[in-house]
């Protein structure tokens, strides 16, 4: 079966540049999260996207934008970088009247330098 | 607010071992529930979930939770743990209000001995 794909897996940057990690949901689903996971730390939910318009947000940093496109991927655009954002973070897909049932991509590793 | 607590960091069994896996929840209503699973340097992939119903949720790999609403309990279960077993695992509520996002808990770490 098809499960959520994130891009890149892996990123090192610099501090103060900027970053772009995309996700892709499984077929047929039209909401997407995001989570940032810190090292030991548990997912700390960011934003959401139904339906190509924002449903919810966390705790995002004013440094990082997102949206959904009308194919429903997602990127997750981060400007800034501080130490502070390496992180796995987290992309995951479900369908309308399923939204709890959330499916979680493999991630993308930030690392900031 | 809601909150997930998971009150053992790090557990460590054998092989062939019975598991419990401890969760508590704080939440307002009756809650949506799930465990995840997250080996090293991978993502998170779910075990099993309680909505509503039957309080004993089977789940994928031989797990299975119960939900208590007494003891705010949602322990994770397995009668008999395999290495590959050996993971972080983590408790999640669904969050209150007009929102989707899911609560997790701190996550226990797993170490399987031969």
């Known amino acids: 079966a098809a499960g959520v794909i994130q891009s890149p897996r892996h990123l090192i940057k610099e501090k103060r540049e900027t970053a772009t990690l995309k996700c892709y949901p499984i077929?047929?689903?039209?909401?997407v999260y995001w989570y940032q996971q810190g090292p030991g730390q548990d997912p700390q939910f960011l934003i959401s996207?139904?339906?190509?318009?924002?449903?919810d947000k966390g705790s995002i940093p004013d440094r990082f934008s997102a949206q959904q496109f009308s194919d429903y991927h997602s990127e997750l655009n981060m400007s800034s970088l501080e130490l502070g954002d390496s992180a796995l973070y987290f992309c995951?897909?479900?369908?309308?009247?399923?939204?709890?049932?959330?499916?979680f991509g493999p991630g993308t590793r930030l690392t900031v330098t | 607010a809601q909150s997930v607590t998971q009150p053992d960091i790090h557990i460590t069994v054998s092989e062939g071992a019975s598991l419990e896996l401890r969760c508590n929840y704080s939440?307002?209503?009756?809650?949506?529930l799930f465990w995840y699973v997250q080996s090293p340097g991978q993502g998170l992939q779910l075990l099993l979930k309680?909505?509503?119903?039957?309080?004993l949720v089977q789940g994928i790999k031989g797990f299975e939770a119960e939900f208590k609403r007494s003891q705010s309990s949602f322990n994770l279960r397995k009668p008999s743990v395999h290495w590959s077993d050996a993971a972080e695992y983590f408790c999640?509520?669904?969050?209150?209000?007009?929102?989707?996002?899911?609560?997790f808990g701190t996550g226990t770490r797993l170490q399987v001995f031969p």
């Open positions: 995951a897909s479900s369908m309308t009247g399923r939204s709890y049932e959330q499916y």
């Open positions: 077929p047929r689903h039209d909401t």
């Open positions: 996207f139904y339906e190509k318009m924002q449903s």
């Open positions: 939440y307002g209503a009756t809650p949506y």
């Open positions: 309680y909505f509503s119903g039957d309080t």
């Open positions: 999640a509520v669904g969050a209150l209000g007009n929102t989707d996002k899911l609560i």
